[in-house]
């Protein structure tokens, strides 16, 4: 059900962006106003949402061990899983935002006549890094529709990612990856029967839009031949503030553009936030040095505790019957010395 | 113990979890707190109730308070801010979780224990959730929403398993501990965690043990050792100007398997001739304060603090406990802290500096005597624990939330002969919770106690086939009263020991008379007959 609410709002955004798009009151709207408004939204919210966490305070040095602790010298600690130094906490940070490094410890526990049989699983893992570190490259790719010259380093790209020389235009790489895993996050959410009960409207929206996104694109690159002059001034118009309403750019353009528009202006108000948020997390960006370093916490506060001399009040008599020394006895044997 | 043999079994999740409705059935619950332990602790709305029962009583302020309360805490913690907002639901955490496992109740997966309070975060504290309710997921706050948290926050031992493996480290035990404390605000919490924290707070200890009985335990211990070796060791209580204070967990003087392990510090202090004290007033390490809330696990581990700073003490040496080193080795400090006070600990009879722990000021027992062995301050004959062949079970707390893992197998491996490990997706970080942590380890929640308990269990079973372990040794207090109901239901002949326990066994002291038993009054070796 909420897989169909979102399959549905999502082709209500691609109709009304195509329709917009073509309309004469609509254009404006549709090819100026929304990208800015939405790239506005983007920025701001973003912005705002990470500035929030940011913001609040971490009260306790909560890091997960994943590895032996610095203890005794002889004994070698878990430098990245458990770091006790800060070069180490940007190690763990860097494999865990640049390899998914949690994500790589998946495994999957399965009962088989009555034992629990853990055994491998990485297609998570692989799909997840894939899907990643081939939107990042056709982000990147798209770089070259806002600067004139495009820069070198972006070419050297293109032609890496376009290696294989298949067909013409060439096939990038990255559109392959990504059109898969896309395809099998996908699959995921709707065959695998626990990720399907705790799927949400927003989990499928999200990549419902990214599909949207990946489809069109693809049409007009492979298919439909965008003009990509076109594209570019456009685009340049954008990036420069001297928006154009473009004249050539098609229908399956609006609709490119419209859910892009529509994916940066939700950003901030979903779960996407995960790219800001994967930085702050306090398990694990802090070094597990507890108890070598004290950490501070802004608003600790005195709490009522049963106090030693009311704990000695309360128990005097079973103290003294026992032969154990009382503070009061001390504090007489130092008056008399 | 349940009659027949629990069936576990894999189960589709079904439904829709969005529906609050529980079923409170006698063996998968706590039972509520006594007014007179709430009352106790001064902590809000103590009644009597029973969470079978239809009305819960709630303040009729309740929805405001948990709301306020949220808010607030939403303020305080990053963490909790943070896990609230950015969980993908990938799934990777759901069957990282021993109840999940051992259940099939899907609402035992993390990621939807996380969703019940996410769902109500949303409805409330997000823009998007305030206007489109249960599209953004939302769900209003209701009374079958609070019974449902009760439920199932108090089906999470806060074991940390399924953070080791979430991409953004999401922790559950963090999500629990907030919807716990949240629950304390209304009057809804447990027996088996208040009344030791009652108790705590008054006399020291979880177990109300007062300072007579702490005295006369600790001197039953020296008689029974000066039977067992011939020596007889001191027990120095509440002794002003010791260089260290010893505190341990309360079930180490009171409570078998633990017992033996006090027998063990005793036996190493003596042979050490270390310089310290026991403490009648800071009787207990453990802390089931954080089983309720921060304030009140502050509460009750303010004592540690103060009790050392009375003595005049230089250091603290802390005794077997997860949950209890949880407290000291991520709280302390902070809470209760700076101990400038005491001096940097440094081991009086190696000379090592444990720089780990030079601002805490507390150092773990396995990280004492680990030390000691590595520089041969020790005699040891791990033949005299022949009779055992072990396996280690890393406990959450000490593995997850210190990373603890080396040290007590070094002395395990030189205190015994034959060591095996349990698969690596069942040890060390991956370690699976006894299933009776953080409160739970009550006979009333015997079924859900073993369910959860299950996949430790299986694997224990893997090893006892495999290599013929008999012996699951661990460093943790709540293991030591919970895993022998668990072993002996799902893996019987397999006996639970503390790791000082196994050192004490192989310990050679000077002046010991003729050994031939082990702690337990047990033969070293196993007779022929038997093997």
Redesign the interface.
């Known amino acids: 059900m909420q897989a169909a609410y979102s399959i549905g709002a999502v082709v209500a955004v691609a109709v009304v962006a195509a329709i917009a798009g073509q309309l004469a009151g609509g254009r404006t709207i549709a090819w100026i106003i929304v990208p800015y408004a939405a790239l506005a939204v983007f920025l701001a919210g973003f912005c705002y949402r990470v500035a929030h966490w940011a913001a609040s305070p971490v009260p306790f040095r909560i890091p997960t061990t994943c590895a032996q602790q610095k203890s005794l010298p002889w004994i070698r600690p878990g430098r990245l899983d458990n770091p006790s130094t800060l070069a180490g906490v940007l190690g763990r940070m860097g494999l865990e935002v640049l390899l998914f490094r949690s994500l790589f410890r998946n495994n999957d526990a399965r009962l088989n006549q009555g034992r629990l049989v853990v055994s491998e699983a990485k297609y998570l893992w692989l799909a997840a890094l894939a899907f990643h570190w081939s939107l990042l490259m056709i982000l990147v790719r798209h770089l070259r529709l806002l600067v004139e010259p495009v820069p070198a380093l972006l070419l050297a790209m293109e032609r890496i990612d376009g290696f294989f020389q298949a067909g013409v235009p060439p096939v990038y790489l990255s559109d392959v990856v990504f059109a898969c895993a896309l395809a099998y996050l996908l699959a995921r959410r709707f065959r695998d029967a626990t990720v399907r009960y705790i799927s949400q409207f927003s989990d499928y929206f999200a990549l419902f839009v990214f599909a949207g996104i990946a489809i069109t694109g693809l049409l007009m690159r492979y298919l439909t031949r965008v003009d990509v002059v076109s594209v570019k001034q456009f685009a340049l118009g954008l990036a420069t503030f001297h928006p154009q309403r473009p004249s050539a750019l098609g229908l399956i353009f609006a609709v490119h553009l419209g859910m892009v528009s529509v994916l940066a202006a939700y950003f901030p108000f979903s779960k996407l936030m995960h790219m800001g948020g994967v930085f702050l997390s306090p398990t694990r960006n802090l070094a597990n040095n507890n108890r070598a370093k004290r950490h501070v916490n802004p608003w600790n506060y005195p709490v009522k505790t049963h106090t030693y001399a009311e704990w000695e009040e309360e128990f005097r008599d079973k103290l003294k019957g026992a032969d154990l020394p009382l503070e009061a006895d001390h504090a007489a044997r130092a008056s008399a010395d | 113990m349940p009659q027949e043999l629990l069936q ?3 189960k ?3 439904g829709d ?1 969005k529906n609050p409705a529980v079923e409170f059935r006698k063996g998968v619950i706590c039972y509520s707190a006594a007014a007179k332990n709430v009352r106790a602790l ?1 902590l809000p709305h103590p009644r009597d109730w029973q969470p079978f029962d239809a009305d819960w009583k709630l303040p009729p302020d309740w929805k405001q308070t948990l709301l306020e309360g949220m808010k607030d805490r ?6 909790f ?2 896990f609230m ?8 955490c ?3 979780c021993h109840f999940y ?1 051992g259940s099939s109740d ?1 609402k035992n ?1 993390p ?2 224990r996380a ?1 019940l309070l996410r769902s109500v975060y949303r409805r409330y504290f ?3 959730g305030r206007i489109f309710g249960a ?3 939302g769900r209003e706050l209701t009374e079958d929403v609070v019974k449902e948290w009760f439920f199932y926050f108090y089906q999470c031992t806060e074991c ?1 398993r399924c ?9 559950t035990a ?1 999500i629990t501990m907030i919807g716990r404390e949240l629950l304390n605000l209304i009057g809804c919490n447990t027996n088996w965690v208040l009344e030791p924290a009652a108790n705590c ?4 200890n979880h177990l109300g043990i ?3 009985g702490f ?2 335990s600790l001197e039953f211990a020296a008689d029974e050792l000066e039977e067992i070796t011939g020596i007889r060791v001191d027990v120095p ?4 100007g010791a260089e260290i204070l010893f505190v341990m967990p309360s079930a180490d003087y009171f409570a078998t398997p633990h017992y033996f392990t006090l027998l063990g510090y005793m036996m190493l202090f003596h042979e050490i001739g270390l310089d310290f004290t026991f403490s ?2 800071a009787s207990e390490g453990g802390n089931f304060g954080l089983f309720s809330s ?2 009140l696990m ?2 009750l581990n ?2 540690v603090y ?2 050392a700073r ?1 003595l005049g003490v230089k250091w603290i040496l802390g005794g077997e406990c997860g949950h209890m080193w949880r407290v000291l ?3 302390m ?3 209760n ?2 101990a400038d006070f005491l001096e940097e600990p440094v081991s009086p009879i190696t000379g ?1 500096r ?9 150092v773990h027992i396995c ?1 004492f005597t ?2 000691l062995i ?1 520089c041969g301050k020790l005699r040891l004959d791990p033949s005299r624990n022949d009779r055992w062949t072990v396996t280690f079970h890393d406990s959450c707390n000490p ?9 007590p197998r ?1 002395i395990i491996r030189n205190a015994c002969n034959r060591f095996y490990e349990m ?1 690596e ?2 040890i ?3 370690t699976f919770c006894c299933g009776s942590g953080a409160g739970l380890g009550t006979d009333e929640n015997l079924e859900m106690r073993l369910r959860g308990g ?2 430790r269990a ?2 224990v079973k893997y090893v006892k086939e495999k290599h013929g372990v008999n012996l699951l040794a661990c460093i943790c207090a709540i293991d030591k009263a919970t895993l022998p109901t668990l072993m002996e239901y799902w893996v019987p002949g397999v006996e639970v020991a503390g790791v000082h326990e196994l050192l004490g066994n192989a310990l050679v002291m000077r002046g010991e008379k003729e050994r031939t038993a082990n702690l337990r009054g047990e033969p070293f070796a196993a007779e022929v007959a038997n093997a």
């Open positions: 576990i079994e894999a589709k999740p079904a979890w001064g939403l303020r305080k913690y990053r963490s801010r943070l907002d950015i969980c993908v639901r990938c799934g990777a759901a069957d990282k496992v899907p997966m990621v939807v969703e997000t823009l998007s599209l953004a997921g940390r953070s080791v493996f979430c991409p953004y480290g999401i922790d963090e707070f008054r006399t020291g007062q300072p007579h005295k006369d209580i509440n002794r002003k009648a007033f921060h304030e502050k509460r303010a004592k103060e009790e009375r080795h991520q709280y400090d902070t809470m802290g700076p090592t444990f720089e780990n722990a030079r601002s805490t000021r507390m990280e680990a030390d590595y593995a997850r939330s210190m990373g603890m893992l080396e040290e070094y698969p997706t069942t060390r970080e991956q299950f996949p299986n694997a």
